[in-house]
């Protein structure tokens, strides 16, 4: 049987030995951590080999690529690699590509594991140049002024936008839906229908009293006006104004002509030049018919009000 003394010689050792085991524990434990965070962090295993890039189709391949690469190269708080699989945040990627180029409309990112990144932009469709009281602005597909014109630039010099002015000169922000989608998809057809249909060749320079207006003018190559509404369907304005010129105008008379008005359902008005009459109206159902009326100034006012 252990006296006293011993006893306690005996507890201090289980406790020295209790205490030298948990230190070599969590020594162990703080071994194993670091190894598996060097592993994680700072190793080569998981670091970003493979970068890919798809959707560029307008933008400058090139550009786009160095600045995803910048946001992969560095570290944070001077330790943590940025091009670290783990570390790489999917959300600044595509912040920071929205931001850098306002022509992406959308960025999806994705991680393979353990080296491969991934990422698909989708571009803008630059379709219209709006101008008004000074700068133009680019336009999309969907009506939204989403970035200042440079016309030293790729996206305009390469894609022939249509350039419609807004005659009201009133501010725009970017940003802001300047047109629904169905009155730019009105304007973006008329240069190519008016070409392939009546073989008219029209300037890329269109004009409206303002962004709420209906009417669009156009100049065409033969010196003579359109004037459109964007109210009725482009494909009827077009075939009125390809009867009313095959029937009812000769080319002497098309060479004199200042203008075709086509904001009338069903109607047309039209202008010689040098001519005392406003403008004659005919019709639609009676385009080629020598008993149609020519109705003076004050007649054409009241319509267009």
Not at 137 to 146: L, M, P
Not at 185 to 208: G, Q, W
Not at 263 to 284: F, G, H, M, Q
Request: proline share 3%; aromatic share 10%.
């Amino acid at each position: 049987m252990l006296s006293q003394p011993q006893k306690r010689i005996s507890v201090k050792k289980r406790e020295g030995q209790s205490l030298f085991f948990k230190i070599v524990y969590f020594f162990l434990l703080f071994a194993f951590a670091g190894v598996v965070i060097y592993i994680l962090i700072f190793s080569l295993f998981l670091r970003v080999n493979y970068l890919n890039l798809e959707g560029v189709e307008e933008l400058e391949y090139e550009k786009v690529y160095n600045k995803l690469e910048s946001l992969l190269d560095g570290k944070y708080l001077w330790i943590f690699p940025k091009d670290n699989f783990l570390l790489v945040l999917s959300g600044k990627i595509k912040k920071e590509l929205a931001g850098e180029f306002k022509k992406i409309r959308q960025v999806e990112v994705e991680k393979n594991f353990p080296d491969t990144i991934n990422v698909k932009i989708e571009e803008r469709e630059s379709l219209i140049l709006w101008c008004s009281k000074g700068p133009c602005y680019i336009i999309d597909e969907q009506g939204y002024a989403y970035a200042w014109a440079d016309f030293e630039s790729r996206e305009i010099k390469e894609n022939n936008l249509v350039r419609l002015v807004d005659m009201s000169a009133k501010p725009i922000d970017i940003g802001e839906k300047i047109l629904d989608e169905d009155y730019v998809k009105f304007v973006t057809e008329i240069r190519e229908k008016l070409k392939r249909e009546l073989n008219i060749k029209i300037s890329d320079e269109y004009s409206t009293t303002t962004k709420l207006s209906e009417v669009i003018k156009i100049n065409t190559n033969d010196g003579w006006d359109i004037h459109l509404s964007s109210q009725i369907p482009l494909d009827q304005s077009i075939r009125t104004l390809k009867t009313f010129l095959e029937q009812k105008i000769t080319d002497e008379i098309k060479k004199e002509l200042e203008y075709v008005d086509l904001r009338v359902e069903n109607k047309i008005y039209y202008k010689v030049k040098n001519s005392d009459e406003e403008a004659p109206t005919l019709d639609k159902d009676k385009v080629g018919d020598p008993t149609a009326e020519r109705v003076g100034q004050d007649n054409k006012k009241d319509t267009e009000e």
